[in-house]
């Protein structure tokens, strides 16, 4: 079967060969070499992929919690059971007290629908999802200085091609290792390749100049790189001025700034400052990249601003090789965010309370512009809305809240608040465990849909294998939920791609505009949005002619100080960054039941500087407990020469007493409701019980062999 990795943004497509000897099954992997974003090549996720599919912890049957243990009911049951809870809480509470909480690895279609069943069977103000901490920093900043949040600006074809390549808290070997060739090759091509990372890492080796900037503090790069462009004389005028507004605020600025206090506050050297200006500004062609490094900060969607008005001063975007990209994170993340799941947004990228964009989105769903709620609240305040019980109910599809959030130990106690929890997933989550009934999706194996990925490419996923029994796919649940809710007239879906025709009516212009695409079409061709007909080729590069604010420009940001992180005290003398591992994904349900995954990294570690474990007495592999003002988690140690002395690393790829979560600050973007989880205070402390002891939930003992 051909199919596409469910995992990160690259959205590999290979064909997957399932062989039955007898009664065991047999699962081979091969990349598709005609792919034209991976180029035929699969990462470990990858390879591994269909292996949590086809585990057997697979839940197959609606499952009820009857005195704490969950019990099979027949899907009938499961549905009217969750409309009449729904209904009697909506009377009691209100409507909006249900809320919906939605996930980047949905398909468009099921995104879209999902944004059309919160505000039309529920009625909730009260949506949104987990991009919220993984691209609304990127988003907000697209949005505002472009006028248009796409990932990246330009195809990966392009970047063998730049001679600078500015990579800024992105991890690309660990995180979409398949596109890491194409920087390889435009080093071997002459680039100058500059990381921005507090850690040393697989992609900061191939980089010419680290720059290991302290956690928070990249906006004081930025601000010195600009000084030196504009003092060497590397600022593009023509294009600053004919295709830009706001620098004359931000260059008056410019002048006041010291090199040295920058480079002091960032915790790297004048010079390092220096080089990566002028290698950015001498060459023709440069792309930046960023991705959560920057961006998960409680400053993050400046800290994005910062990095375009490099590009924009220099005159680096809207031409060949070079450009901007924020590198999206979830298989679908780039489509999971255009299409209203976030709780102000509506489908085709339009805003929720804009009233044009209400009467066009009411007319094609043909409710009463009226009865569209207005905007809700940001994922995590949603959690703060639990805690006041001011929601008392919530559905989430396809995420792991109670591991993802930041401040995790609040955000499960303010669950346990909730009058009715119910969970669509594959699996029984952290958070699953958590419900008051489960109801089981189906894999990506099975289901069919479109999914745009980080280039803004979109591309059909075909269903190759038939779902177990008893498992439906999420916009089916979805469909049948809302029938149970008395609003099946609107939800009268029989196949995705349905969905897909109302989804291009609905998205059609609108920002995100899939008008032009049809399934047929992506069987011939894969199409980058915006692409507003048929005959229209898509999009591979922006703002070639024009940005997409009414005035055609780009907008420039003025200077910002980066706001301190959480400080480091005398009781939390350690700065936390968090983060990824190539073999887990996110919060590991998924990758925790692939054995071949599991096998290569069983259990989280903190890196830490052998100079500051020592300072500690922390000896490497020893596991002790890491502390913040919000709680403790447990973890093992290991020694990393590559981190800096201040800072402390772990990947949040494990749940309950190894969550790293549980110690993380909630500290919010004013902006874009982005957590900042790239800084917290924290410290380590002895572990009385030396012994770790695994929760059984999602530890192994899966097959991918001998399953019917
Ligand atoms: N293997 C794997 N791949 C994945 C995922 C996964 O879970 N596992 N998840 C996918 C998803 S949803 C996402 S969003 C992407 C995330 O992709 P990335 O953003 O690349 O991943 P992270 O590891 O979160 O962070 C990247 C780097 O930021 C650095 N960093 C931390 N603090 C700072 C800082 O203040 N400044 C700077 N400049 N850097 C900092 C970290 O050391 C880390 O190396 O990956 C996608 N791909
Ligand atoms: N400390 C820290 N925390 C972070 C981050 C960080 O860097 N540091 N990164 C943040 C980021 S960028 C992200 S994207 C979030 C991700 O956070 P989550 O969304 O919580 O992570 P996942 O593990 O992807 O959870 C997805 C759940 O949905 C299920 N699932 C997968 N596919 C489907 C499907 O098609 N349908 C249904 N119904 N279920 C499905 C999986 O089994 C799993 O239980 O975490 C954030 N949290
Ligand atoms: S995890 Fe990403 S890079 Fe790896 S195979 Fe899947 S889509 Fe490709
Ligand atoms: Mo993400």
Redesign the pocket.
Known sequence: MRTQCP???VQCSMDLIEEKIITRKRFKTKPNKQDPTSEGRLCI?GVNAHQHVVSNERVTHPLLKIDGEFVKIPWELALEYIAEQLKAIQTEDGLDAVSVYGGGSLTNEEAYLLGKFARVAVKTKHIDYNGRF?MSAAAAAANKAFGIDRGLTNSLHEIPDAKCIIL?????A???PTILPYFRKAKKNGAFIIV????E?ATSRIADLHLQ?K??M?AHITNGMLKVLFEGGYFDKTFIHDRTTGFDALSNDLQSLQLSELADLAGVSVDQIELAARKYGEAETGFIFT????EQ?ANGYENVRQFINLALATGKIGRYASGYGA?T??GN?QGGREHGQKADQLPGYRSIENQEHRNYIADIWGVPEEDLPRKGVSAYEMMEAIDREEITSMIVMASNPVVSNPNSIFVEKALEKLRFLVVIDMFVSETAEMADIILPASSYLEDEGTMTNLEGRVTLRRAGRVKPNGVKHDWEILCELAAALGKGEYFPFTSSEEIFEELRLASKGGLADYAGITYSRLEEEEVFWPCPDMSHPGTPRLFETTFYHDDGKAKFYPLQKPRNPEETSQEYPLML?T????E???TGVQTRRSPDLLKRSKEPLLEIHPDTAAKYGIEDGSIFQLKSSRGTMVIRCKYANGIRRDTV?APFHWGNSQSINRVTSPALDPVCKMPEF??SSVNVAPLIEKKLVHHGQGQGGLQDEGMD
């Open positions: 995992y990160c943004s996720k993984c800024a808290g992105t991890n690309i660990d995180c979409q921005i990372d507090p850690r890492t900037v956690p928070g990249d991705a959560r490094g920057v900060h590198i994170g979830q993340g960054t983060g990824r591992w190539m887990h994904y996110l690393f790239k800084v």
